[in-house]
């Protein structure tokens, strides 16, 4: 018995969609300018944060466990992720929304590579990661954004129980924070770097969003998605 009401569909059009995205825009362009342009307010919020983060100095312990967390969220594993979620929503006959979440974790891909060659910010020192290629916005956080927001989108609508979508909702939120502290203890991304990942993924989920609700009716039509639900 799934809990969605199979009379809609998973993402509805939204006119709030467009101001949103608006609004991330806004502030991702102005982070990514104040990066760009190395500022030295944003300077000061890094060098605060990243001291917070750290401590006085790594420890053994919280470098091994947040260079596990830092592994499985990498770009690749973030393919995974999705793609074993994208094997059991096809196999439930949600065809176009398991197309969706493929398109959407790639899409996110090459949007920071884009990102990242306009801004070109130089890793921070004493790296502890084998991570190269430049820093903002950090991949790992953008592609765990993406996978929790695809898991949050259309996974956990299907879930019939409130308190087992309530239980994973905030472990999704926990593991996102995990992930971007992961990145800044390793010294791998500045914090900036993962806001950064949040807004960019944000911005380009509102996108993907707009063109599901767009698009969906018309690729449920084509023979390979025959009965797909959407």
């Given at each position: 018995?799934?809990?969605?009401n199979?009379d809609?569909?998973?993402?509805?059009?939204?006119?709030?969609?467009?101001?949103?995205l608006?609004?991330?825009l806004?502030?991702?362009?102005?982070?990514?300018?104040s990066?760009?342009?190395?500022?030295?307010y944003?300077q000061?919020?890094?060098?605060?944060?990243?001291?917070?983060?750290?401590g006085?100095?790594?420890?053994?312990?919280l470098?091994h466990?947040?260079?596990?967390?830092?592994?499985?969220s990498?770009?690749?594993?973030?393919?995974?992720?999705?793609?074993?979620?994208?094997?059991?929503l096809?196999?439930?006959?949600?065809?176009?929304p398991?197309?969706?979440?493929?398109?959407?974790?790639s899409?996110?891909?090459?949007?920071?590579?884009?990102?990242?060659?306009?801004?070109?910010?130089?890793?921070p020192?004493l790296?502890?990661?084998v991570?190269?290629?430049?820093?903002?916005p950090?991949?790992?956080?953008?592609g765990?954004?993406?996978?929790?927001?695809i898991?949050?989108?259309?996974?956990?609508p299907?879930i019939?129980?409130?308190?087992?979508?309530?239980?994973?909702k905030?472990?999704?939120?926990?593991?996102?924070?995990?992930?971007?502290?992961?990145?800044?203890?390793?010294?791998?991304h500045?914090?900036?770097d993962?806001?950064?990942a949040?807004?960019?993924?944000?911005?380009?989920l509102?996108?993907?969003?707009?063109?599901?609700?767009s698009y969906?009716?018309?690729?449920?039509?084509?023979?390979?998605?025959?009965?797909?639900?959407?």
């Amino acid at each position: 018995m799934m809990y969605r009401n199979e009379d809609y569909m998973l993402m509805e059009r939204d006119p709030n969609r467009l101001i949103k995205l608006i609004v991330s825009l806004c502030f991702t362009g102005l982070l990514s300018v104040s990066v760009a342009f190395n500022f030295d307010y944003l300077q000061f919020l890094d060098s605060v944060f990243t001291t917070a983060i750290q401590g006085s100095s790594p420890t053994p312990g919280l470098e091994h466990f947040y260079s596990i967390v830092s592994f499985l969220s990498s770009p690749v594993m973030d393919g995974f992720w999705v793609f074993i979620a994208a094997f059991f929503l096809w196999g439930f006959k949600y065809k176009v929304p398991a197309l969706w979440a493929l398109v959407t974790i790639s899409g996110g891909g090459i949007i920071d590579g884009v990102v990242k060659q306009l801004v070109r910010r130089h890793r921070p020192p004493l790296h502890l990661g084998v991570d190269s290629g430049y820093s903002f916005p950090s991949g790992h956080v953008l592609g765990i954004f993406l996978v929790a927001a695809i898991l949050w989108i259309i996974v956990l609508p299907l879930i019939e129980r409130r308190w087992i979508r309530l239980i994973i909702k905030a472990l999704l939120i926990v593991v996102l924070g995990l992930v971007m502290l992961s990145r800044v203890y390793l010294n791998a991304h500045f914090p900036t770097d993962t806001l950064g990942a949040c807004l960019v993924g944000y911005s380009w989920l509102l996108v993907a969003e707009m063109l599901y609700a767009s698009y969906a009716p018309q690729v449920a039509r084509y023979r390979f998605v025959v009965h797909t639900k959407i």
